[in-house]
């Protein structure tokens, strides 16, 4: 049953999760098995997976975004190369700051400096935007990765498995969303103990 987190009465989010990803790396294993374990908890995602050829975001990805209780920003080693990701991340960065949203990092199979100072294949990466982007723009992407990889989150190389990896994202996932939900729940006058024992009942089933 899902949590109580996503519902309409406590939570004005439209998704639990939004998941910023580079598809290459990442689709057809860690983040096929990731979106399974979160569908299991019925935690509301938005996943777009759809090719991201295109220079510019959509308006519908930067809408999801700021409907999204907690982004889950997925840094692999050639997450820097799409323009479109690293868009996504300013946004979330950006919500972070005037919405108060949750932003996790996961360092799947690249090390956290990488990202934070831009080196390797990130700096790589980033270079090759120079043609399309202003110094303006390069100095934000720079900034967001480096605010993104300061961030608490998970390294990939501290787990055993992918699917202990896992494990830990959905816990946390779980707990985050069990916080702001009981933060919600003080906010309705005479309403928190009710609410509180139905969520206790819906977790039994």
Not at 99 to 116: E, H, L, M, N, W
Request: glycine share 6%; net charge negative; aromatic share 6%.
């Amino acid at each position: 049953m899902a949590s109580l987190s996503s519902l309409s009465v406590v939570s004005e989010s439209k998704y639990d999760i939004f998941v910023s990803f580079r598809g290459v790396d990442t689709r057809r294993g860690f983040l096929s098995h990731l979106i399974k374990a979160l569908n299991q908890k019925q935690i509301e995602i938005y996943v777009d997976y759809k090719l991201r050829e295109g220079t510019q975001i959509s308006h519908s990805l930067l809408t999801a975004i700021e409907e999204s209780e907690i982004s889950l920003i997925i840094f692999s080693q050639d997450y820097a190369s799409s323009k479109w990701c690293l868009d996504e991340l300013v946004k979330i960065m950006k919500c972070r700051k005037e919405k108060g949203q949750t932003a996790i990092p996961i360092f799947y199979d690249v090390d956290p400096s990488c990202v934070r100072h831009q080196r390797g294949s990130y700096v790589d990466a980033l270079s090759g935007h120079r043609k399309t982007s202003s110094a303006a723009q390069l100095l934000m992407l720079k900034e967001a990765l480096n605010e993104a990889a300061n961030l608490s989150g998970l390294h990939s190389s501290n787990f055993g498995s992918d699917a202990a990896l896992i494990d830990e994202i959905v816990k946390r996932v779980l707990q985050r969303l069990n916080e702001k939900c009981q933060g919600d729940l003080q906010g309705l006058v005479g309403m928190y103990e009710p609410i509180t024992e139905l969520e206790s009942l819906l977790c039994k089933e």
